[in-house]
């Protein structure tokens, strides 16, 4: 069916209303407007600029897909900002930083905090609320910024990205056209910015057109769990627990996070490195085990929990970073992977890589030039840059943890001796899904289970409950199984159907009809975390965005 689609022209598209691209846009706006100043007064020669900018999210309003813990560097706000009377809404400044080991009963405080995690100077904040304000301050600088818009195949001239084709609305799960059907609005625009977080749909296919990550080491992330809880007990905010050990086994990656906010709200969570063996592994019912914990119980004694959610991270370092750039087109934040693993910071990272490819896109439109030679100059910048210095030192961090827990910490305590270098550089990195292992390689004894109380645990439709996700349920399925079957031939007997564990939302559901098994999508119970799509040990799931507005509602995360 031929379809007639609007066609909106713009000088620059970012994808994403995350730190990266927010960041981006505001100081490209403040950028032309040093250009055209320097141009009216005669100190700089050239036209004077009146770009159009549009920033497009995906999540229903601003700040409703932005999870985090978050603890932020201010060193990338405070460059981006420089002029400016705007601050951050930070939380609290942090007070103090704690480290604990946890066995199963006991919960045994490090006495020095490991530098990584050292946090003072740093702030607590909501990811939400800061990219409210961000967006905010992007639109005073006359940046355009439109939530509810997916952007789901990147428009290709030749071997140039000339912008993003938005998802349809009003299709029906048979993919017939509804009375309300509008297709999505073809966006034009000389230079596409890609800032969709981690394992971007648009990303993906800039990838397989230009080979992006062909010459790096594979990408590999975990995934975050995270809980909003108020409180009852007098915390102060600003203080910082990181926790080591329980719930995860030691040939698992990961740890917990506790921060205290204002107004008795705490953030609790559970970071799950996806390149685990066992495919029983359940991150949802890790971080309900945590909660089991004597010391965290006592922390959210008689709270009452206010959110949940999850996200993937990515933490492959500086070595699975992809190329930044192709002929109209520049990736920042976590789908460029611009994340410290060793500190699991990527907020300020991200703000830098915005600022970075704001001067280059400057120098593109000054230029009139958006070709690839052109705004490789953002690679070069990177290249220089203080983003670059501080990845560079931890750039075998991540991969030290592949083979389990102590030799991690081996390797990566040789790696702060030898600035980021260590025994092996780089040291290699195995995508995570291929580590793992089948079902009868493991041991046969059940993995513990949780008493769901729900008031300290609660099972997975009752955190989704906690996540406000909505989708529009007559649409059709935006995770696409590119062979079902193997799901019930392959995947039952050599895996046990690990999508039922590793989804922290209960999408995936092995059901009967009559005496055969079949595979169950609940895309509407969703939360974008892209787990799925990355721990699939077959890499059959591929997650594309769902109409305009769908998905989680983290604004008070």
């Known amino acids: 069916?031929?379809?007639?689609?609007?066609?909106?022209?713009?000088?620059?598209?970012?994808?994403?209303?995350?730190?990266?691209?927010?960041s981006a846009a505001l100081h490209l706006a403040r950028l032309i407007k040093e250009h055209n100043q320097a141009v009216e007064s005669g100190e700089r020669t050239g036209d004077i600029l009146n770009p159009v900018l549009l920033v497009v999210e995906k999540g229903k309003d601003i700040g409703a897909h932005a999870l985090s813990g978050a603890v932020v560097d201010p060193r990338g706000f405070d460059a981006l900002l420089k002029g400016l009377e705007s601050r951050?809404?930070?939380?609290?400044?942090?007070?103090?930083?704690?480290?604990?080991?946890?066995?199963?009963?006991?919960?045994?405080?490090?006495?020095?905090?490991?530098?990584?995690?050292?946090?003072?100077?740093?702030?607590?904040?909501?990811?939400?609320?800061?990219?409210?304000?961000?967006?905010?301050?992007?639109?005073?600088?006359?940046?355009?910024v439109y939530p509810g818009f997916p952007g789901k195949e990147i428009l290709f001239d030749g071997d140039s990205v000339i912008g993003v084709r938005m998802s349809d609305s009003g299709v029906g799960q048979d993919g017939e056209p509804k009375a309300n059907y509008e297709p999505g609005m073809d966006v034009k625009a000389k230079v596409t910015v890609l800032g969709e977080g981690p394992k971007g749909t648009l990303f993906g296919q800039a990838d397989r057109k230009f080979g992006l990550s062909s010459e790096t080491q594979p990408q590999i992330y975990a995934v975050g769990v995270k809980e909003l809880w108020r409180v009852k007990r007098d915390l102060e905010p600003g203080v910082v627990y990181h926790s080591l050990g329980f719930p995860l086994r030691s040939n698992e990656f990961g740890?917990?996070?506790?921060?205290?906010?204002?107004?008795?709200?705490?953030?609790?969570?559970?970071?799950?490195?996806?390149?685990?063996?066992?495919?029983?592994?359940?991150?949802?019912?890790?971080?309900?085990?945590?909660?089991?914990?004597?010391?965290?119980?006592?922390?959210?004694?008689?709270?009452?929990?206010?959110?949940?959610?999850?996200?993937?991270?990515?933490?492959?370092?500086?070595?699975?970073?992809?190329?930044?750039?192709?002929?109209?087109?520049?990736?920042?934040?976590?789908?460029?992977?611009?994340?410290?693993?060793?500190?699991?910071?990527?907020?300020?990272?991200?703000v830098e890589s915005g600022m970075l490819a704001a001067e280059t896109l400057l120098e593109a439109l000054v230029m009139g030039d958006s070709s690839a030679e052109r705004l490789s100059t953002y690679g070069?910048?990177?290249?220089?840059?203080?983003?670059?210095?501080?990845?560079?030192?931890?750039?075998?961090?991540?991969?030290?943890?592949?083979?389990?827990?102590?030799?991690?910490?081996?390797?990566?305590?040789?790696?702060?001796?030898?600035?980021?270098?260590?025994?092996?550089?780089?040291?290699?990195?195995?995508?995570?899904?291929?580590?793992?292992?089948?079902i009868s390689s493991l041991p046969t004894s059940p993995l513990p289970e949780v008493d769901?109380?729900?008031?300290?645990?609660?099972?997975?439709?009752s955190s989704l409950y906690y996540s406000d996700t909505s989708h529009e349920e007559d649409q059709p399925s935006h995770l696409l199984i590119r062979d079902?079957?193997?799901?019930?031939?392959?995947?039952?007997?050599?895996?046990?159907?690990?999508?039922?564990?590793?989804?922290?939302?209960?999408?995936?559901?092995?059901?009967?009809?009559?005496?055969?098994?079949?595979?169950?999508?609940?895309?509407?119970?969703?939360?974008?975390?892209?787990?799925?799509?990355?721990?699939?040990?077959?890499?059959?799931?591929?997650?594309?965005?769902?109409?305009?507005?769908?998905?989680?509602?983290?604004?008070?995360?």
């Open 484 to 557: 079902p079957q193997i799901c019930i031939d392959k995947c039952r007997e050599e895996f046990g159907n690990p999508c039922q564990n590793f989804c922290p939302a209960s999408v995936f559901e092995i059901t009967r009809e009559g005496e055969q098994p079949r595979l169950q999508v609940n895309s509407s119970n969703c939360v974008h975390c892209k787990t799925c799509e990355i721990i699939d040990p077959y890499q059959i799931i591929l997650w594309t965005p769902p109409e305009g507005g769908g998905g989680p509602d983290w604004k008070k995360m």
């Open 380 to 438: 070069a910048r990177f290249e220089n840059s203080p983003a670059r210095k501080e990845l560079w030192k931890v750039r075998n961090f991540r991969q030290s943890f592949q083979k389990g827990f102590w030799p991690g910490m081996f390797h990566s305590a040789l790696q702060m001796l030898s600035r980021g270098r260590g025994l092996i550089d780089p040291m290699p990195i195995t995508a995570g899904h291929i580590l793992m292992r089948p």
């Open 255 to 350: 740890g917990g996070f506790v921060y205290t906010m204002q107004d008795g709200l705490i953030d609790l969570g559970l970071v799950v490195g996806l390149d685990y063996e066992d495919p029983r592994t359940d991150c949802h019912l890790l971080l309900q085990r945590l909660k089991q914990h004597p010391f965290i119980k006592d922390l959210i004694a008689g709270g009452e929990l206010v959110s949940y959610g999850a996200k993937a991270i990515p933490e492959g370092g500086l070595y699975a970073m992809p190329r930044l750039f192709a002929d109209g087109l520049l990736v920042v934040g976590d789908s460029g992977g611009f994340l410290n693993p060793q500190r699991l910071k990527g907020i300020h990272l991200a």
């Open 1 to 22: 069916m031929s379809v007639e689609r609007e066609q909106l022209e713009v000088d620059v598209l970012f994808v994403g209303a995350g730190p990266a691209s927010l």
């Open 452 to 461: 769901f109380d729900g008031t300290t645990t609660f099972d997975k439709l």
């Open 88 to 144: 951050p809404p930070y939380e609290a400044k942090v007070t103090n930083d704690l480290l604990y080991y946890l066995t199963e009963t006991k919960a045994y405080r490090v006495p020095i905090t490991p530098p990584p995690l050292q946090n003072h100077g740093y702030y607590v904040a909501s990811l939400g609320q800061l990219v409210k304000w961000l967006a905010a301050l992007c639109e005073e600088h006359e940046v355009e």
